[in-house]
């Protein structure tokens, strides 16, 4: 390339400017490659003979640590030189024309001091300053002053690093529990790795272990894998790429991709975490003076505060230890919101003796107040994890550390998901009789994933192990173990089932028994839903479970079923038909008839709202449906147009599902194929057709027509989606047909 091509000659040669065995590869050696592919096509963009002017380069390229996909970081850098506007056209323009993404700015030497003086994050990136072309003399003056800067500000300017990077964590959550995170932003990613060499330069501590190393490599290669195997930037690392991905990297699969990710991210988070403490001790000491002694608090019995941190009282130390000691420090942690000192973790990790089975009543109490403790309880379990106080204390734990969950309803890995849960139910303590064992059935629910079977049915009698060992009375053992096994019970009928039906509401209360374990399990199922995701809750799946109980309730009190709520009076009376539309409530009131269900719900796809959950019932000759919906692509359709459709609709005006003919719209579901379960036990006068099939547009409108067609009757209805996938329960009164072409019917729908 020479000072007199154009933008396009420069672009042309190669959009990506590095040849396609260098893009795609993957791994130090692809990585350094690429930077020096770039570097020599830089170089030749930049005009030969200007003095007093360097390109310099940070971030990853300033690194060598280019990904195939990556951006450029460059400052234009001078002495006061003129004209600089026209020669960062010159450069800025081929590389934009290249296809590649671009970060730039031009400075002055004085310049881009000062503003890395007031921006942190500025700072950070010029501490990997390299020089590209132009004045190497300049570009070094900057990477030596830029450095020396950051050493003798960074006490003033770590806390501002921290402020930064914890608000990044609150945005993209943690990538070592994360089923889909964020290899660079989220907590324990690539990003934290430019803090920790930030922390490592300004000689607080020595941040970059050879642990750390290592990880930051795996968490690259990964990096690198994603963009090869996608063909772009992208840098979350979602479900369908996991294993595109981990055979480019030649592990077995997704899971042990997500696992090594998982390892990895930890490592980075620890070693950040350490490193954060050792900047706080320096500030302590600083203020506290050459002379000034560590104050010492109790906080706990066997436990102080000293500096921060939770330490060991020195009486704990010197006798043999009580085996309830970990446990004891790890509660005071999380209740106190205070981090346990590293010091003090390898003391308990190495001398703290095993526990006894059963428990002792001390250890089984400060494993129900470290649970009880609400936010103070992940980083303190984590912190115990790391150090393996967690795997003395239960067995089981091994198996489930950083287990993928294949369910798009959830965010995080199981082990994550169980503390989050234990955490989720300090909400609901007080609404039942045993907080106690609402927390140890919230941390031990979904024990039984990752063994064979049903994870409910295989979990409980392992929560009943564990309910044993730890020492609980026999009737709390199976009260625990009943918890487990029926974790699932009032969201699935909730949401799937007729709650007008006096066999559903018989059916909970025969499997539930009394109102102790009612209690627990509604307070269990919001704490699940909580630590599953938002897609996992919804107000009306909470209306529903909380109807189901309050029916439930009065069953197992008087043995009767109380009436149903009065529906809305707007709805049961006056001219028909009658609509109503609040935020994400779509009712209507029509003329019971054939084909209304199917009418309403191709409206409503129509218009481009997804379906959520939906309620088909008939009062007095006119039939109510009722759905919980969701615009499709963010904005919600024009209310009076959808009101005007839906009225046209259920009297019948089929010109507004024939819109719909040609639309399709691709499947959001797991890819398996879908299934019809029959439960004829289910209700007292009709059978249920649950639907269990990848959600997709109007896939409800094409199952009720479908069922129109096949000469069945729908009393009612009960849609429920669940990530991608949906379970839609329909209360057939006559199979028409036959029920097995009625299932062909359905099943030809939701392939279609």
């Known amino acids: 390339m020479t000072r007199g091509s154009t933008r396009a000659d420069a672009a042309g040669a190669d959009p990506l400017v590095v040849p396609a065995t260098v893009r795609d590869g993957i791994g130090g050696p692809f990585r350094a490659a690429r930077a020096d592919a770039l570097d020599t096509w830089l170089r030749d963009l930049f005009p030969a003979g200007t003095a007093g002017v360097a390109l310099v380069a940070v971030g990853g390229l300033g690194r060598r640590e280019c990904a195939p996909f990556g951006d450029l970081d460059l400052v234009l850098l001078h002495a006061g030189v003129p004209g600089m506007d026209e020669l960062a056209a010159s450069l800025w323009y081929p590389v934009w024309d290249a296809r590649l993404g671009l970060d730039h700015s031009v400075r002055t030497l004085p310049e881009a001091l000062s503003v890395a003086h007031d921006d942190v994050k500025v700072a950070l990136g010029l501490l990997d300053a390299r020089h590209v072309a132009g004045d190497p003399t300049l570009a070094a003056q900057l990477a030596e002053a830029a450095s020396d800067q950051w050493r003798r500000t960074a006490i003033r300017q770590l806390p501002a690093l921290r402020e ?10 943690e990538l070592a529990f994360l089923l889909e995170g964020d290899l660079k932003e989220a907590a324990g990613g690539l990003r934290d790795v430019g803090v920790l060499r930030g922390i490592a330069r300004s000689g607080v501590t020595d941040a970059l272990r050879p642990a750390v190393r290592a990880a930051h490599l795996r968490l690259l290669d990964t990096r690198d894998a994603l963009h090869v195997a996608v063909g772009r930037r992208v840098d979350r690392l979602v479900a369908q790429e996991r294993s595109a991905v981990a055979g480019l990297l030649g592990l077995d699969d997704g899971d042990a991709l997500l696992r090594r990710v998982a ?9 950040l975490d350490d490193a954060w403490r050792a900047a706080d001790r320096v500030r302590v000491i600083r203020r506290r003076g050459a002379d000034g002694k560590p104050a010492r608090r109790p906080v706990a019995r066997d436990v102080v505060e000293q500096d921060g941190e939770l330490v060991l009282a020195r009486t704990a130390i010197g006798a043999r230890p009580d085996p309830s000691l970990s446990l004891r420090v790890a509660a005071a942690a999380a209740t106190t919101r205070l981090p346990i000192s590293r010091a003090t973790c390898e003391w308990l990790a190495a001398y703290c003796p095993p526990l006894p089975s059963p428990w002792p009543p001390a250890a089984l109490a400060a494993l129900v107040t470290l649970l009880g403790s609400g936010p103070g309880l992940v980083p303190a379990w984590e912190t115990c994890d790391r150090y393996g106080l967690v795997d003395g204390w239960l067995p089981e734990w091994a198996r489930m550390r950083s287990l993928p969950q294949h369910n798009p309803v959830h965010r995080f890995t199981l082990d994550r998901h169980l503390v989050q849960a234990a955490a989720e139910a300090t909400g609901f303590a007080r609404e039942v009789d045993r907080p106690d064992l609402l927390l140890l059935a919230a941390f031990l629910h979904d024990v039984g994933k990752g063994l064979p079977g049903d994870h409910s049915t295989a979990g409980a009698p392992v929560a009943a192990a564990v309910a044993g060992r730890i020492g609980l009375p026999p009737a709390d053992v199976a009260l625990v173990e009943k918890l487990v096994r029926l974790h699932l019970l009032l969201p699935e009928v909730a949401t799937r089932r007729d709650l007008s039906d006096p066999k559903t509401i018989a059916g909970v209360a025969a499997a539930v028994g009394d109102a102790t374990t009612l209690d627990l399990l509604h307070g269990l199922a919001r704490a ?3 630590a599953t995701g938002p897609a996992a809750w919804s107000d009306w799946k909470g209306r529903l479970i909380a109807e189901l109980v309050r029916r439930t309730h009065t069953a197992l009190d008087t043995g009767v079923l109380p009436a149903l709520p009065t529906p809305d009076p707007g709805l049961v009376a006056g001219p028909l038909p009658a609509i109503h539309l609040d935020g994400d409530r779509v009712a209507v009131a029509a003329a019971d008839r054939r084909g209304l269900l199917a009418a309403v719900a191709g409206c409503l796809a129509l218009h481009r709202l997804d379906v959520l959950g939906a309620d088909v019932s ?30 046209r609709a259920v009297t019948g005006d089929v010109s507004v599902t024939q819109r719909l003919r040609g639309r399709g719209g691709r499947s959001t579901g797991s890819g398996a194929p879908p299934r019809v379960v029959w439960h004829r036990e289910a209700a007292t006068d009709a059978v249920v057709l649950e639907l269990r099939a990848a959600d997709s547009p109007a896939l409800l409108y094409r199952v009720a027509s479908a069922l129109d067609e096949a000469g ?19 209360y057939l009164v006559g199979a028409g047909a036959g029920e097995e072409a009625v299932e062909a019917a359905v099943l030809s729908a939701a392939r279609s």
């Open 164 to 173: 930064v990077t914890t608000a990044r964590w609150a945005a993209h959550g």
């Open 263 to 271: 390892s990895d991210a930890r490592t980075v988070a620890n070693a």
């Open 528 to 530: 699940d839903a909580r």
């Open 618 to 647: 008939t009062v007095e000759g006119r039939a109510l449906v009722e759905f919980l919906v969701q615009p499709r692509f963010g904005a919600a359709p024009d209310p009076i147009a959808l009101s005007a459709d839906l009225r």
């Open 712 to 730: 069945a009757t729908v009393r009612a209805a009960r849609i429920s989606t669940l990530g991608g996938d949906v379970v839609d329960a329909f």
